[in-house]
């Protein structure tokens, strides 16, 4: 069993017990208790748990807030990077949105454009665009998120595999200079991915919060993002260190 889907297995459980024992981990994984040891220090190092005596427990701090808290959290930040991107987008373009509260706010500022075409596996942005006249939209299929109105998996994947477009608008879960950009779910992510790969230009959508904040699972590096388009109150330390390693940053402000 790889390292990714070891640390997968190891968050499931924690979610499901708050706390799990390095002997039951083995067992249940069928590798060393040596190898858990390894896995846990490397997810203590991100925030998600924390190492007990015999064991680890969830440090539940840093774990993705539900849907409804992220709504309602940095609205202002999130409305202007959501024009801001909203202003990139064309008629006649082809794009992905992702899942997350910013980029329906992206949304339901794109209702006016013509001849776009929508993908995305966000029931929200889906219903959103449904009655936008000259807007297509391509709903993935795949296992229903119900908390977070998200489609993923394999399915989700298969679904949109031969499709290729102009602009890739993505979500964030976490983004440090050193992990790059990260999230908090293994089958979301790895769509993420697939969307990243098929576009012509990526765009990440991350207010401040979501700066030095390292998620679980890789959406992506550094490099195969082109632009990141946040707000004023991201450290300009952090922007001129993107900006070095070649990322155009987009500051959204009033």
Do not use: C, W
């Not at 005596?53 to 701090?61: C, E, F, I, T």
């Not at 500022?109 to 939209?137: D, G, R, S, Y």
Request: hydrophobic share 40%.
């Amino acid at each position: 069993m790889l390292q990714e889907e070891r640390h997968r297995r190891i968050i499931e459980e924690l979610e499901r017990n708050d706390i799990v024992r390095i002997s039951q981990l083995s067992e249940r994984l069928g590798v060393t208790r040596q190898t858990i040891r390894r896995d846990l220090s490397e997810l203590e190092k991100t925030g998600l748990i924390k190492k007990v005596h015999g064991g680890a427990l969830l440090n539940k701090r840093n774990l993705e807030p539900s849907y409804s808290d992220r709504l309602s959290t940095n609205v202002e930040e999130k409305e202007l990077i959501a024009k801001n991107a909203a202003e990139l987008v064309e008629d006649g373009d082809a794009i992905f949105l992702d899942v997350g509260t910013t980029t329906l706010m992206m949304a339901k500022q794109l209702k006016e454009k013509k001849n776009l075409t929508v993908i995305t596996n966000f029931l929200l942005i889906a219903m959103e665009l449904a009655n936008a006249p000259e807007v297509k939209v391509i709903l993935s299929g795949g296992e229903l998120r119900g908390e977070e109105f998200s489609l993923s998996g394999p399915i989700s994947i298969r679904s949109v595999k031969n499709i290729y477009i102009d602009k890739a608008f993505v979500g964030v879960g976490g983004l440090s200079l050193e992990s790059g950009f990260t999230d908090y779910h293994l089958n979301e992510s790895e769509f993420r991915r697939m969307m990243i790969e098929h576009a012509k230009k990526t765009y990440a959508l991350a207010d401040h919060s979501k700066m030095d904040i390292v998620a679980i699972y890789k959406s992506a590096d550094l490099h195969e993002i082109d632009v990141l388009i946040t707000d004023g109150k991201t450290p300009g330390s952090i922007i001129n260190k993107l900006k070095e390693k070649g990322m155009e940053v987009i500051v959204s402000r009033k």
